[in-house]
């Protein structure tokens, strides 16, 4: 059974950075793209980063560009996202994902979820 379990969030002040993390299990992490994605009440999930099976490529939404970095270490199975320079429009409930292609910004693309973790930053 594959499991997705994000780590890291709470409650910072704008300015402030937080690392989130998702321990993967279940599936073979190296042969699969991991993104993060996120959804404020009454909005969308919109994405935020993804990273290839071997970190080779990364992409990110232009709102986190600069600011956030997504990384992995397969050897843990675990994928990063590191947010800095936190802003009060990056509050949400951020969710990990892992897709089978080599990487894809598009959410109906990825085969597995976490239950996410709260991310809120004060002003």
């Known amino acids: 059974q594959v499991q997705l379990v994000e780590s890291g969030g709470g409650l910072v002040q704008a300015g402030d950075s937080l690392r989130l993390s998702c321990a993967a299990s279940?599936?073979?992490?190296?042969?699969?793209?991991m993104g993060w994605f996120r959804q404020a009440p009454g909005n969308e999930r919109e994405f935020v980063a993804a990273i290839s099976w071997e970190s080779g490529t990364t992409y990110y939404a232009d709102s986190v560009k600069g600011r956030f970095t997504i990384s992995r270490d397969n050897a843990k199975n675990t994928v990063y996202l590191q947010m800095n320079r936190l802003k009060p429009e990056d509050t949400a409930i951020y969710y990990c994902a892992a897709d089978r292609s080599y990487i894809t910004r598009v959410a109906e693309r990825y085969d597995f979820w976490g239950q996410g973790t709260q991310v809120t930053v004060s002003s």
């Open positions: 279940g599936l073979t992490f190296s042969r699969y793209a």
